[in-house]
Nanobody
Framework: QVQLVESGGGLVQAGDALKLSCAAS????????MGWFRQAPGKEREFVAA????????YYADAVKGRFTIARDNVKSTVSLQMNRLKPEDTAVYYC????????????????WGQGTQVTVSS
């Protein structure tokens, strides 16, 4: 079992930056690819970013490429999402996920999920 707890969400203005963090506990963090997803009201959950077990492979959704950066610290068992130049359309609940990197990035599938953290971007 892996427990994931997100933090760092909040209310910001368009153009601002925000950094989300996800702390993992339980089974070995380094065994898992990690990812971020988001779900806006009335919309399906969508993939945002993924990073492989040791950070060698990173994937981004086109909507966030160039603005968001995913990173991980296998010593601290954390994964982060630095979000720059935020837009109102980035408003959503953001979820941290753990699993197979390729499955996260291409199929939206993960073995473990966090509870989510709300990000609201005002115009």
């Amino acid at each position: 079992q892996v427990q994931l707890v997100e933090s760092g969400g909040g209310l910001v203005q368009a153009g601002d930056a925000l950094k989300l963090s996800c702390a993992a506990s339980g089974r070995s963090f380094g065994n898992y690819g990690m990812g971020w997803f988001r779900q806006a009201p009335g919309k399906e959950r969508e993939f945002v970013a993924a990073i492989s077990r040791y950070g060698g492979n990173i994937y981004y959704a086109d909507a966030v490429k160039g603005r968001f950066t995913i990173a991980r610290d296998n010593v601290k068992s954390t994964v982060s999402l630095q979000m720059n130049r935020l837009k109102p359309e980035d408003t959503a609940v953001y979820y941290c996920a753990a699993g197979q990197t390729y499955a996260i990035a291409t199929m939206g599938s993960a073995d473990y999920w966090g509870q989510g953290t709300q990000v609201t971007v005002s115009s």
